[in-house]
């Protein structure tokens, strides 16, 4: 009998996983679609489609808040907020609603993710697919973990949730291990809790000591490619710092956007933050809408910095900051590596550094750990997406820099900040000081 039920639970967790693949790539090619037409109609009738745009915000917010009040923004703290009542089951009492029922992952939010997501998009709302796609994955994993439990009712809804927010990331990346090490860090923060910046520090020390002494060499070698420097002291301290500021002020703003004094009504929430995106949008040709996907990847294959555009990052940041308070559906993981690309691109042209795709790559990291203060993510997604494993140390000292400097803004990270939003009555997650 046990036997049955583990090859049952097998067989569950491997369905749920194609499905996620499955669903990962629909809504990427969904949101690609609209972002494409968004573009065409945005060069085509520039001043029509910036006229709309306030409108389908306010369109993409209502849907939210008519249909699923909890697919608003990215869905990470969302699923977060799950996991811990999930974990938390045993200790509420029968009285309490079972954490399969919660509509932090139903079916019924993640058809309302994807639908006004993709409006936002087609609005030229900066927003991205890969936190949605978290969510949506885990609301695929909770159903199969509710019909799992009864057939094997000691079968751990709390490992559903979590396996599904790691595929949501790999499936989204195309980064298998920017998965697991989500999952542990971000998901699960208290395995690591304190250890986590000891080895950093202890990987980037005896690294760095290594590479002094021996070389930077690959252990088995490397016919094809040369080892381009990894020496890239100046620019790693100095796009640590700047991400770390201006991602712990990013973070900082979704957190508090009282800051902002925005209308409390949310269609004029919306109309008010699409009005504004709209006069961004115009004044940067489009170049602020989506995710930065295409910007970013253009000049990371170009030849030279020159024509960069300068104040992008800040357009960027400002785009990104409205999008997600107006209410609508949207993630911050791709808006956040453009917006680090943009800063790294712009201090690189500034300085007249010569490698500046490896300061486009140091201020993704650098940014996207001082905003979300995941630096082991951060760094294995930059890693993964890119192949640049040689700059895995720079890599880890912007990174844990950056983490350190974001935490005098945000001294609770954004998503577990968000999390505990969604249950203010959950046990208080412990975090490790400052």
């Not at 491997?14 to 996620?20: F, G, H, I, K, P």
């Not at 910036?50 to 915000?57: E, I, N, Q, S, V």
């Not at 956007?257 to 004029?268: C, I, K, S, Y």
């Not at 690309?341 to 010569?354: D, P, V």
């Amino acid at each position: 009998m046990r036997l049955r039920q583990k090859t049952y639970l097998q067989l569950t967790v491997w369905s749920a996983a194609a499905l996620v693949g499955c669903a990962a790539v629909l809504y990427a090619r969904l949101v690609s679609w609209a972002q494409h037409l968004f573009f065409t109609l945005f060069h085509a009738h520039t001043y029509l489609t910036t006229a709309a745009t306030p409108l389908l915000f306010v369109a993409a917010t209502m849907i939210v808040e008519r249909f699923g009040p909890e697919a608003r923004g990215s869905g990470i703290p969302q699923v977060l907020s799950a996991i811990d009542h999930a974990k938390n089951e045993d200790a509420e009492g029968d009285d309490a609603e079972p954490p399969w029922l919660s509509s932090l992952v139903s079916a019924r939010t993640a058809v309302v993710k994807v639908a006004s997501s993709a409006v936002g998009i087609l609005a030229g709302a900066s927003i991205g697919r890969e936190g949605p796609t978290v969510q949506i994955s885990a609301s695929v994993f909770a159903l199969f973990g509710h019909l799992t439990r009864r057939i094997v009712p000691a079968a751990d809804f709390r490992s559903f949730l979590t396996a599904g927010a790691a595929a949501g990331v790999a499936a989204a990346f195309n980064a298998p291990l920017a998965g697991v090490t989500f999952a542990i860090e971000e998901v699960t923060e208290g395995i690591l809790g304190q250890f986590r910046e000891m080895i950093m520090l202890g990987v980037i020390l005896s690294g760095i000591t290594a590479m002094a002494l021996a070389g930077n060499y690959l252990y088995f070698g490397h016919p094809t490619i040369g080892n381009p420097s990894a020496a890239l002291i100046p620019e790693t301290i100095m796009l640590g710092v700047i991400g770390g500021v201006t991602g712990g002020i990013f973070s900082r703003l979704l957190a508090r956007p009282e800051f902002l004094r925005l209308p409390d009504q949310g269609w004029r929430k919306a109309l008010y933050c699409g009005i504004l995106c709209a006069a961004v949008g115009m004044y940067s040709g489009g170049a602020t809408a989506g995710s930065g996907y295409e910007i970013t990847k253009n000049f990371l294959e170009s030849a030279s910095v020159e024509q960069w555009p300068l104040f992008f990052w800040a357009a960027k940041f400002l785009t990104t900051t409205l999008s997600y308070l107006s209410g609508m559906a949207g993630g911050i993981f791709s808006p956040c590596l453009s917006i680090g690309a943009g800063i790294g691109f712009s201090l690189a042209k500034l300085c007249h550094f010569a490698n500046f795709k490896a300061c486009a790559l140091l201020g993704m990291v650098a940014f996207f750990s001082g905003a979300i203060q995941a630096p082991l993510t951060a760094v294995v997604i930059i890693m993964e997406m890119t192949d640049q494993q040689v700059l895995i140390i720079p890599f880890m000292v912007a990174a844990l820099l950056a983490r350190r400097i974001g935490q005098i803004f945000m001294p609770v990270p954004l998503y577990r900040f968000l999390a505990n939003k969604h249950a203010p009555q959950a046990v208080e997650v412990e975090h490790e000081p400052l």
